[in-house]
């Protein structure tokens, strides 16, 4: 786990009450981060992922956010720099983990601009604008990890808005690692495969048919568990990672190769 300090480092992860977010504030935990992870509307599944934490003598936060309300950003980050003042004794954090996201399902034809314009404003505007509003509370040496999608590489009917901003997101990585180089701040993006989690109805996870077609097509033989990801993001935001940079690493198990 990065830090630029002696002291235990801290993460912020967006969507971390649930699935893949949950995951990764236990990973980090593990790894001596502090934590705060937000969360729209699971406030009780929020405050247990704290109360995990602290069970085992960690520290954490859960801070209320819609990523897709730009105009309530600054206020957010002045949440932040509150919790991170009052709970963790710190003025900076060393990683921002975007996670929060939602999930649409609808072929190219029947996409409505409604549904467009949330997926958008969720995973593309909230990820470009709440990196710039949290930029100055994030450490020099610190990291950011932004989390797309296998389907940005692979292709699935139905899913061609929502691969679309995650396209966005995997270029704006590179940009942010070429203009926030001098600062000495990493930014890589990792693309999860099929995760037997909630999202998107929990299609993957519920529908058996689809699960089994996706483990047929994966090399080691079984759709991704949320805690394949949390370890991934450990992994990533880990010391010995400092050197990956504008980076994509896929974590599917090998899917489609």
Known sequence: MSSTSKRSPVALITGGSRGLGRSMALHLADHGAGVVITYRGAAAEAADVVKQIEEKGGK???LALDVGDIRSLDAFAGAVKAELAGRFGRDQLDCLVNNAGIGVHASFAETTEEQFDALMNVHLKGTFFLT???LP???DGGR???ISSGLAR???AGYAAYATMKGGVE????YLAKELGPRKITVNVLAPGAIETDFGGGAVRDNA???RMIAGQTALGRVGLPDDIGGVVALLLAPESGW???QRIEASGGMFL
């Open 60 to 62: 954490a936060a859960a």
């Open 132 to 134: 710039q509003k949290l």
């Open 137 to 139: 509370l994030i450490a």
């Open 144 to 146: 950011i990890l932004n």
């Open 154 to 156: 692979f292709t699935f």
């Open 171 to 174: 270029v704006l990585t590179r």
């Open 209 to 211: 048919e689809l699960n």
């Open 244 to 246: 990956i940079n504008g």
